[in-house]
């Protein structure tokens, strides 16, 4: 018991650390940029004019090709690591001012968000490093693999089911306004508090239901076994594209993935960590 006691001191002071909490912070600011390509990707989608694949890998190789692009890419890769830890830390040992299910709820969350936030920052070294960062054809080929496997095509087909849940619950959590339990509003300003409200809303609505669509396009690459469904974030866009409105409802999905991004701003002064 000793011991988990220690460990459990060790990664709370770790998680008290004011350069993690910095670093952390700072990680907004690069989510924060990641998203705001994404909606302008998402946005070329809609009008059938994008370069790129419509994801946050994408949103990234779009940010490295720019003027200083790549250190940007390094920057916002150290800032997500910071963020991957800080959630993995809240994952074993935070959420104290939550009792009994609510704290394990919380913890599972925070490990999916760690996991989340390791892969984008793998995702932008791999960018900065020019290695193939393609996350769409690499999901394809892994969906692939799975189908080709025993069980394969059930376990893609849970897997989407778990994808789409997330996003509808991802829906519920903006709707019901439950983030701003994550933010300091007793130091905002009511506009700056109007704002956050409205932004937060807005993006993860949008966010909730691009990964919807994606579990959903999971699901069905399961059923007619068809891996080219499951490119993931960018093959859920160009498949709303092709919808009635579809161009309407892509457009307004990448203006909520660009409020999104400005609430990460928000997130990055007022986020409690």
């Known amino acids: 018991m000793s011991l988990t006691r220690n460990a459990e001191a060790a990664a709370a002071r770790t998680a008290g650390s004011r350069w993690l909490a910095l670093l952390a912070r700072a990680g907004f600011v690069g989510y924060g940029i990641v998203h705001l390509l994404f909606g302008w990707l998402a946005l070329q989608i809609a009008f059938g004019n994008s370069a790129d694949d419509g994801d946050q890998s994408g949103a990234l190789r779009t940010l490295a090709a720019q003027p200083m692009g790549r250190v940007l890419v390094v920057a916002i890769a150290v800032g997500l690591l910071a963020m991957a830890i800080w959630q993995a830390l809240e994952a074993a040992v935070g959420h104290r001012a939550e009792r009994g299910n609510d704290r394990r709820q919380e913890r599972v969350v925070s490990a999916a968000r760690a996991v989340v936030y390791l892969w984008l920052a793998w995702t932008a070294v791999k960018v900065f490093a020019r290695a193939n960062s393609d996350s769409a054809a690499q999901q394809e080929e892994l969906t692939a693999r799975l189908m080709e496997s025993a069980g394969g095509r059930w376990l893609v087909g849970v897997a989407g089911l778990a994808l789409a849940g997330f996003g509808v619950g991802m829906v519920v959590y903006g709707v019901r306004k439950k983030f701003l339990k994550r933010l300091k509003t007793g130091e905002?300003?009511?506009?700056?508090?109007?704002?956050?409200?409205?932004?937060?809303?807005?993006?993860?609505?949008?966010?909730?239901?691009?990964?919807?669509?994606?579990?959903?396009?999971?699901?069905?690459?399961?059923?007619?076994?068809?891996?080219?469904?499951?490119?993931?974030?960018?093959?859920a866009l160009r498949m709303l594209r092709d919808q009635s409105y579809g161009t309407i409802l892509l457009a307004l999905i990448a203006l909520g993935l660009a409020a999104f991004g400005a609430y990460c701003f928000l997130q990055a002064r007022y986020r409690k960590v």
């Open 188 to 235: 905002m300003s009511a506009r700056i508090s109007r704002l956050a409200r409205r932004l937060g809303m807005a993006g993860y609505v949008a966010r909730g239901s691009a990964f919807a669509t994606t579990g959903l396009l999971v699901v069905l690459a399961a059923v007619d076994y068809d891996p080219e469904k499951a490119r993931g974030l960018d093959a």
